[in-house]
């Protein structure tokens, strides 16, 4: 019996040295597509209304507590941050009026949707969400390999209880007040999913300080509810990435089990900290913000735009041009318009409810009007001008 030649040290290595490495990746990676954020220009002179980031600063406590944070000279920089964020857990707890063991930080709460679906998702246990939502789920769901149960809305938007109960994931994201519309969903059809729907329910809580309600208040009597929050909209603090869980402890042990360990650094725990205990700056801030939102709904009302309810710091309409058509092209040809002359918003036409609209920040007032003078621009020109 002849033995194949075992290859010599030298042909082994050679082998290996051609190995492409990215043949390696696991097969559902290569498949991937990772999530596509908003457009972030470097240049001045944008009026940027495509990321649901606050228009007006951070409470100043917020720089004063990053300034001591780093010190006189960056000393305290040696050292790890605390590693459970122990100190804005606790303001956090009581803030919410929840024990400290039922909320976890996260590094935005990106971090935590992740670490939810590293936890409860997988190819046996699906993920359930809506469809249009943050189309940051498919992608964590993807990463992991897990499958997928998407429940479409029709364009009334209303949230489909029955049909979310019926679904057979383990785990289902429900985004209330919704992204992209700004339609929340009331605490009551929420509860409806809750007691119907057997897996747990993630409310996706980014935008709820704009809204009349928000679910916190659900967790005493539902042991299958998480709510995530975060600080990036809200308190002006997307550039810091902190978000939070709140849950029963058993949960939040889950999420800790699988966290990094040190996943929220230093100066944002202190940034996340002094923003919460300036509670006052924190309320004029959504008062500021929903004020113009509800101006600007207005003005979308008076030129007899559908436009979606908002309930959050964006507003979701179905531009109709001069001829009084409405739709993709319409959508297109407006946010095009709005982009060459430096106004930045959001168009999603990979969806065919989403495709006609066009989802608009809410900025300062002076923004806004700089988007409806440039909207009447529009209105006024030629096609493809
Ligand atoms: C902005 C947003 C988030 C992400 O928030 P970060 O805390 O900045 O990671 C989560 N969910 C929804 C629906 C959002 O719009």
């Known amino acids: 019996m002849s033995v194949p030649a075992r290859p010599s040290r030298a042909s082994a290595f050679s082998l290996r040295m ?37 228009p007006y600063p951070p409470s100043p406590r917020v720089a004063e507590a990053v300034r001591r944070e780093v010190g006189a000279d960056g000393a305290s920089l040696r050292l790890y941050p605390n590693p459970k964020s122990s100190p804005l857990r606790v303001a956090l707890a009581r803030y919410h009026g929840r024990a400290e063991n039922e909320v976890c930080v996260g590094n935005g709460s990106d971090d935590i949707l992740n670490l939810l679906v590293r936890v409860f998702a997988g190819e046996k246990a699906a993920t359930g969400f809506t469809l249009p939502s943050y189309s940051l789920y498919p992608v964590l769901v993807a990463i992991q ?68 309600e928000n679910a916190v208040s659900l967790l005493d009597r539902h042991e299958n509810l998480v709510v995530v929050r975060t600080f990036s909209k809200a308190y002006a603090l997307a550039g810091i990435r902190v978000g939070y869980a709140l849950a029963r402890a058993g949960v939040i042990d889950l999420l800790d089990r699988v966290r990094d360990s040190y996943n929220v650094n230093r100066l944002s725990q202190a940034a996340a900290l002094a923003a919460l205990e300036d509670q006052p700056y924190f ?3 959504v008062a500021r913000v929903r004020a113009t939102r509800d101006a600007q709904l207005r003005a979308f009302a008076a030129r007899g735009w559908f436009t979606y309810p908002s309930q ?64 009447d621009a529009w209105l ?4 493809n001008a």
């Open 145 to 212: 390999d897990g499958a997928c149960e998407t429940i479409e809305f029709d364009r009334s938007m209303r949230l489909p209880v029955d049909r979310i109960a019926a679904t057979k994931a383990g785990i289902f994201f429900l985004t209330s007040p919704n992204a992209p519309t700004g339609v929340a969903f009331p605490n009551a059809e929420i509860e409806c999913v809750l007691r119907a729907f057997p897996g747990l329910v993630v409310v996706d809580e980014a935008y709820a300080p704009f809204a009349a």
């Open 283 to 285: 309320e004029g801030l």
């Open 312 to 375: 959050a710091n964006f507003i979701f309409t179905e531009p109709r041009d001069a001829r009084g058509t409405t739709g993709r092209a319409v959508a297109e040809s407006a946010y095009r318009f709005l982009y060459d002359r430096k106004v930045l918003v959001r168009h999603f036409p990979s969806h065919a409810l989403t495709a006609p609209f066009l989802r608009i920040t809410v900025g300062t007032d002076d923004e806004m009007l700089v988007l409806n003078q440039t909207l």
């Open 18 to 54: 051609s190995t492409d490495p990215s043949s390696l990746a696991l097969p559902h990676v290569t498949r991937l597509h990772a999530y596509t954020p908003g457009l972030q220009p470097t240049g001045a002179g944008w009026v940027k209304l495509n990321t649901n980031e606050c």
């Open 380 to 383: 006024k020109a030629p096609p």
